[in-house]
């Protein structure tokens, strides 16, 4: 059973960047592909984008791009998330996420808020 | 990119109600659709994947159904536990994409 542990709450300024964490447990990492999803305060799920196990390649949500990175370290079965030049409407809860075969996202992180507050 | 439309919005219903959410795709998605539960301050949790089948451990009063662009997600005899959002997700494309969120609320 694949776990997904994430790393605490952070606080940053507006233009500021932050690397989100996601320690994989139970699976090899080098064998999963982990997605990053986001839910801003009331709203809804926001798909940002996944790091492919199979060839490394990462797949970015098109309003994203140039902002976000996606990297793993599979000597530590652990993926990360950075976002930059962070805005207000950045503020959201942060999930990582694992698909099964054919699935949708079967296992979950427990979430990271991010808050972009001057 | 797909983009997934849900409807309706909000959802006012009773315990015992049979609820029907119609998830629609602005393109062929085949039957690579999932359904998710979500309670204020949780993660998702997938009730049904492949458009109609139940998440292990998922109760069977939820049921899917649909293929190519319309969806839909029913919950027979609710029960105060099922007051919840609903999202449909596509993972059709390499790019996923979540509906907007159907919110079932107790009448």
């Known amino acids: 059973q694949v776990q997904l542990v994430q790393s605490g709450a952070e606080v940053k300024k507006p233009g500021a960047s932050v690397k989100v964490s996601c320690k994989v447990s139970?699976?090899?990492?080098?064998?999963?592909?982990i997605h990053w999803v986001r839910q801003a305060p009331g709203k809804g799920l926001e798909w940002m984008g996944v790091?492919?196990?199979?060839?490394?390649?990462?797949i970015y949500a098109q309003k994203l791009e140039g902002r976000v990175i996606m990297t793993e370290d599979t000597s530590i079965d652990t993926a990360y998330l950075e976002l930059s030049s962070l805005r207000s409407e950045d503020t959201a809860v942060y999930y990582c996420?694992?698909?099964?075969?054919?699935?949708?996202?079967?296992?979950w992180g427990q979430g990271t808020l991010v808050t972009v507050s001057s | 990119d797909i983009q997934m439309t849900q409807s309706p919005s909000t959802l006012s219903a009773s315990v015992g109600d049979s609820v029907t959410i119609t998830c629609r795709a602005s393109?062929?998605?085949?039957?690579?659709l999932a359904w998710y539960q979500q309670k204020p301050g949780k993660a998702p949790n997938l009730l049904i994947y492949?458009?109609?089948t139940l998440e292990s451990g998922v109760s069977s009063r939820f049921s899917g159904s649909g293929s190519g662009t319309e969806f839909t997600l029913t919950i027979s005899s609710l029960q105060p536990d099922d007051f919840a959002t609903y999202y449909c997700?596509?993972?059709?494309?390499?790019?996923?994409?979540f509906g907007q969120g159907t919110k079932v609320e107790i009448k």
């Open positions: 393109q062929s998605i085949g039957n690579w």
């Open positions: 492949k458009a109609s």
């Open positions: 997700q596509q993972y059709n494309s390499y790019s996923r994409t």
């Open positions: 139970g699976y090899s990492l080098s064998d999963l592909s």
């Open positions: 790091f492919d196990a199979e060839n490394g390649d990462t």
């Open positions: 996420a694992t698909e099964g075969l054919h699935t949708g996202f079967e296992n």
